[in-house]
């Protein structure tokens, strides 16, 4: 199948600063790429929805400005987590579709394997 | 919006022993079902999948899942399962006509085979 790779896969930050996430599909070029977070013993949660050449679409109650997501090519995602607080602490997950079958209901999305962010 | 409910967050059995891991959902428009598999330390991958057709679907692996639309239940069954099969499970569904095929997921069961 699919690779989806996740970099990186811990951090640890202090409060008030930045930290970006990168997400690549490895083997196939991504039309769309998924971002989610799961809170322990919760659902992933869909955070926005990030078509290349065109800004992401943010889910209901998800910051924008706070969490900046750029879809700078065919292959490579970011989550930029903007002044992260505490409450900001979560695993982080991509997942991307195949540009070859997007249009297909078949094709399935390529999770990675998750980043996990602690904020002091 | 859709939801799904997972009611069991942990499942223990033993090797060999069959298995039914429960999964119900809630949407006001059609949707298209499916099952994810968290192996430790990796991705989710999609075990299988209800889009249309018979309502009774496998996976290669011996997993099996039925569609149930009066219930709205998709459980996943499996009648024997492996150490291997230890890992956390997802549910998922999507609505029909989205065409980013956003998915809403359940929040897991985590299946730990015994020897």
């Known amino acids: 199948g699919a690779v989806v790779s996740q970099h990186p896969s811990r951090v640890i930050c202090k409060s008030g600063t930045s930290v970006k996430i990168e997400c690549r599909s490895l083997?196939?070029?991504?039309?769309?790429m998924f971002w989610y977070r799961q809170f322990p013993k919760k659902s992933l949660m869909l955070m926005a929805t990030?078509?290349?050449?065109?800004?992401?679409?943010?889910e209901q109650g998800v910051e924008k400005d706070k969490f900046l997501i750029n879809h700078a090519s065919l292959t490579l995602s970011t989550l930029t987590v903007t002044s992260a607080h505490p409450e900001d602490s979560s695993f982080y997950i991509c997942?991307?579709?195949?540009?070859?079958?997007?249009?297909?209901?078949?094709?399935?999305?390529?999770f990675g394997p998750g980043t996990r962010l602690t904020v002091l | 919006a859709q939801s799904v409910t997972q009611l069991d967050s942990q499942v223990p059995v033993f090797e060999e022993a069959p298995v039914e891991l429960r999964c119900n959902y809630s949407?006001?428009?059609?949707?298209?079902l499916f099952w994810y598999v968290q192996y430790p330390n990796q991705g989710l991958q999609l075990l299988l999948k209800?889009?249309?057709?018979?309502?009774l679907v496998e996976s290669i692996n011996g997993f099996e899942a039925e569609f149930n639309k009066s219930q709205t239940s998709f459980h996943l069954r499996k009648p024997s399962v492996h150490i291997s099969d230890t890992a956390e499970y997802f549910c998922a569904v999507t609505r029909v006509g989205d065409s980013n095929y956003k998915l809403t997921f359940g929040k897991g069961t985590l299946l730990t085979v015994n020897p």
């Open positions: 083997d196939f070029q991504a039309t769309t």
């Open positions: 990030s078509n290349e050449g065109s800004k992401a679409t943010y």
């Open positions: 949407s006001s428009v059609s949707v298209y």
């Open positions: 209800y889009l249309s057709g018979s309502t």
């Open positions: 997942s991307a579709r195949d540009r070859r079958t997007s249009g297909d209901l078949h094709s399935e999305q390529f």
